[in-house]
Each structure stands twice: as structure tokens, then as C-alpha cells.
């Protein structure tokens, strides 16, 4: 039998996009015998040795045409990547999941919200502004205090501003506004983040994972506990919520699902993200089946695996580029110094000041101790 002959029976997953994320559900994917090509606009280091990585004009038809020959399915590793453009070039015999309507919904954050309010799933006061003036009647009606957002094309909490003055206010239009304005939001005094994971498949079966605590520095994600310690009414509402905002958006994939906790235990919506999600790195090593796995096997419309925990508990660290420039290894030995963290290491070339380069994740019973191992892991690595 020919290597081509044996690689028929597999399928071929292309992903569009080359950074971390494609880079963990490639892995995944080629442990389960499938195979990987990836699609970036610019050469990219994550994905480099994985599979078939191509580079070229991802919002060019024809370069989309030829780079999805041979692909069963096709994917974004990000919200912004070109699916519509995959969806035409495959006219309709190639499924690319999420779909592009999907995307559209989620990629704005005002439709966003208003998708997952009509499902009838807690969400904070928001309101979106086309003006100026609407804004400012906005943070006078919240009170004072608001959360700034940009509509579209934000992450790592590059696009929002806290606002509590007229002054801030009219800065944050400056920065954030675009033709359509921006999403004004109630600030919402939270005791805890949360975060859930689901998947789903085209046929509608899905896994919800663990609720898990998610703690933030700079509106960046620093570390993620799961399970996540709270009521199991919060819990439980918490994954009933994640998985009516999968159905809601017809979401076929993974979909990371954030939320605020209030005093009282109840929950609402925050945001959500429709791909693997940073607070979903745990389940490499801490569930049966990880986020990556159930990405690719709900793409493929395969039964998922388990979402649930193997271990009683588990802490993950990202880590941060310290200063910029190509990346050293001068401290390769130091950062695997810890006998029991897993550590993850993307891949990247080329470091800069807060750059998401890896993360470490460490499992077992104590969420304290394990978060003290996770932090020591993580700090030790300077690359
Ligand atoms: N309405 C709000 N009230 C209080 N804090 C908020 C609010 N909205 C956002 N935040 C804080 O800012 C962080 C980032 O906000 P958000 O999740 O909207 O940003 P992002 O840049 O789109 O996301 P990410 O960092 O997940 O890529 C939140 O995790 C939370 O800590
Ligand atoms: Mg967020």
C-alpha cells in the first residue's frame, strides 16, 4: 500500500490561521491520525512543523481553491480569519465550521450580545452607541462607570477602556469608535470569572466542560483554576447558559464562553469566543478528551470525547514575552525546570513585551498548591 493510499482514510483538517491555537488542535488532531494543513497570511511559527503549512493571500479565491484541495473540512483558528472566503471557494462541498454566519454574529460584539439576550441568557446592561452624545447618556444611565468596547476586532482587552468621566469618555471615542460607534457597558462589580468550554457537533451533540475561575492581569488572561470555586447553582447555571449560547449562534466547533459571578452568585454573560479558548488550555492534561481533540472531532462531525476531569483539580499559568526581539534559549533549561508542571512553548519566533509565547499547567488535588507550583513554573521562564 502506497503512503498515499493509507493517507486517504484519514481525514484532512485545514486550518486557517498559524498561531498557538492552530498549533495545539494540529497536535491533537495528527495524535488521532488525522492530518493537518494550515493557511496564514505570513510565515508562521507556531504551525511551521506541523503538517502542510501554506503561506499566501487567505482572502484571494484562488489561493483558497488550491489550498483546499485535499481538506475534508476546514476551520478558523480565530474569529477574524477569512471563512466566508473558504465557504465560496469550496461552493458548498468543503463544510467550514464555524460557518461564516456565525462569525458574523459573534465578530461583533453588540450583535453578539443581543444573539445570546434573546436566548434569554443573563447578560449585563449594554447599549450601543452611534454617537457621542449616545455614549454619554449611556454612562450617565449606568452610573458613572462603564466599559468602553470597540465592536469589532478587539482581544486581550486591546479595544476596551473603563470610563468614569465625561473626559475619559470622549478619549476612549477617539481610541474605540468606528463608523458604527461603540458598545457602551454598565461596569459590572464582579467577585469572580468564569469560563466554560463547549463543544458541538454539525449534528447537535455536545460536551460542556468545567466551569473554571479565570483571573486577568491588564484585561489579559493570567491564570485559569478549574474547577471553578463556586455554588453548584452558579455552576450549574453557568454551564446551561454556555451551552444555550453554543445553540443560540448554531455554533459547530468550540465555543469558550466567559462570565462575571455577582455577590450573590448569579452569573452573567460577558463574551464569548468561537474556537479554542486560552482558559481551555487545562484540558490538555486535566480532562479525558482536551479542547483541541473535541475541536477536531466535532468539525468532523466524529463522536466527541469526555469533557470531564481526570484529576481533581488544575491551575494554568500563561506565559508572557519579557522583552522584545528574536526569541533566546539561553533560558530553555531553567524553564523546564519544574518536575511537574506541563509546559507548553508555541513556537514563536520573535518575542515582544506581554506576547502570549506558552503557558504551563499543573494538575492534582489543592488548587493553592497547585497554583504556587503553576506561578514558580511559569516565572521561570525567560525566553
Ligand atoms: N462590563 C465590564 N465590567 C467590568 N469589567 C469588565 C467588563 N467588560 C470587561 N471587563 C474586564 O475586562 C476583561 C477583558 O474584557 P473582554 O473580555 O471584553 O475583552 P477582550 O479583549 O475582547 O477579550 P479577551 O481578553 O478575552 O481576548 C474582562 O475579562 C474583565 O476583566
Ligand atoms: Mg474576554
Not at 454566519?101 to 452611534?130: E, F, N, S, W
Not at 468539525?299 to 481526570?310: N, V
Request: net charge negative; glycine share 8%; aromatic share 6%.
Amino acid at each position: 500500500m502506497s503512503l498515499t493510499e493509507s493517507h486517504a482514510r484519514f481525514p484532512t483538517i485545514g486550518i486557517l490561521g498559524g498561531g498557538q491555537l492552530g498549533r495545539m488542535t494540529a497536535l491533537a488532531a495528527m495524535r488521532m491520525g488525522m492530518h493537518v494543513k494550515t493557511l496564514s497570511p505570513s510565515p508562521a511559527g507556531p504551525v511551521a512543523s506541523l503538517g502542510e503549512s501554506v503561506v499566501g493571500d487567505w482572502t484571494d479565491e484562488a489561493v483558497m481553491q488550491s489550498f483546499l484541495q485535499g481538506c475534508d473540512v476546514v476551520t478558523v483558528e480565530s474569529e477574524w480569519a477569512p471563512a466566508e472566503v473558504a465557504e465560496r471557494a469550496g461552493k458548498g462541498k468543503i463544510p467550514v465550521w464555524p460557518s461564516s454566519k456565525t462569525l458574523l454574529t459573534i465578530r461583533h460584539k453588540g450583535r453578539q450580545k443581543d444573539a445570546v439576550g434573546t436566548a434569554g441568557i443573563p447578560v449585563g446592561a449594554y447599549l450601543a452607541c452611534a454617537t457621542l452624545e449616545d455614549a454619554s447618556a449611556a454612562l450617565t444611565a449606568f452610573g458613572g462607570k462603564a466599559v468602553a468596547k470597540k465592536f469589532e476586532g478587539s482581544y486581550d482587552g486591546y479595544g476596551n477602556a473603563t470610563v468614569t468621566s465625561i473626559e475619559e469618555l470622549q478619549q476612549a471615542w477617539k481610541d474605540l469608535a468606528a463608523e458604527d460607534g461603540l458598545l457602551m457597558e454598565a461596569f459590572v462589580p464582579f467577585v469572580r470569572e468564569l469560563a466554560v468550554m463547549v463543544a458541538r457537533r454539525p449534528s447537535g451533540d455536545t460536551e460542556v466542560y468545567p466551569v473554571v475561575e479565570t483571573e486577568q492581569k491588564d484585561h489579559r488572561c493570567h491564570a485559569v483554576m478549574a474547577p471553578a470555586r463556586i455554588s453548584s447553582a452558579t455552576y450549574e447555571a453557568a454551564r446551561k447558559a454556555a451551552l444555550a449560547a453554543a445553540e443560540a449562534v448554531d455554533l459547530v466547533g468550540m465555543l469558550g464562553v466567559e462570565f462575571f459571578e455577582l455577590e450573590d452568585g448569579a452569573i452573567l454573560f460577558n463574551e464569548m469566543a468561537p474556537r479554542p479558548h486560552n482558559t481551555g488550555h487545562y484540558t490538555i492534561e486535566a480532562c479525558y478528551a482536551s479542547q483541541f481533540e473535541n475541536h477536531a472531532r466535532s468539525i468532523l462531525d466524529l463522536p466527541l470525547g469526555s469533557s470531564e476531569m481526570r484529576m481533581p483539580a488544575a491551575v494554568m499559568i500563561n506565559v508572557l514575552g519579557h522583552r522584545a526581539g528574536s526569541v533566546r534559549t539561553d533560558g530553555y533549561s531553567d524553564a523546564l525546570h519544574s518536575s511537574q508542571a506541563s509546559i507548553h512553548l508555541y513556537g514563536k519566533a520573535e518575542a515582544r513585551p506581554k506576547r502570549k509565547m506558552g503557558h504551563v499547567t499543573v494538575t492534582g488535588d489543592n488548587l493553592d498548591l497547585l497554583r504556587a507550583e503553576a506561578e514558580k513554573a511559569a516565572d521561570a521562564i525567560h525566553l
